[in-house]
């Protein structure tokens, strides 16, 4: 069973830059394609960024591109997302998931395992 969990939330005004991080274990982590969505209140789970099992290809969200930088570290077996320039729109719940031997997937039903989420707020 593979366990995620994330760090790195918390509260930063319109401009500011967080990371987050994302711990794995339990299995082969840089057999996993890894993924982070965020969920704001009363609305759908949207997908932000992905990496694929190997690191050579990625894919973001339109909202987020430019802005935001997905990476992984096999060796700590932590996936990160780098937010800078954030907007208060970015507010949300911040949730990553894993997949074994995936591509950089888009769709939350693609991902087979899944965090329990880290908050972030950004203030106007």
């Known amino acids: 069973q593979v366990r995620l969990v994330e760090s790195g939330g918390g509260l930063v005004q319109a401009g500011g830059s967080l990371r987050l991080s994302c711990a794995t274990s339990?299995?082969?982590?840089?057999?996993?394609?890894m993924g982070w969505f965020r969920q704001a209140p009363g609305k759908e789970r949207e997908f932000i960024a992905a990496?694929?099992?190997?690191?050579?290809?990625?894919d973001y969200g339109n909202s987020v591109k430019g802005r935001f930088t997905i990476s992984r570290a096999n060796a700590k077996n932590t996936v990160y997302l780098q937010m800078n320039s954030l907007k208060p729109e970015d507010t949300a719940v911040y949730y990553c998931?894993?997949?074994?031997?995936?591509?950089?997937?888009?769709?939350?039903?693609?991902?087979?395992?899944w965090g329990q989420g880290t908050q972030v707020t950004v203030s106007s």
């Open positions: 998931a894993a997949v074994y031997g995936g591509s950089a997937y888009k769709e939350t039903n693609q991902y087979t395992y």
């Open positions: 339990g299995g082969t982590f840089r057999m996993y394609a």
């Open positions: 990496i694929d099992w190997s690191g050579s290809s990625t």
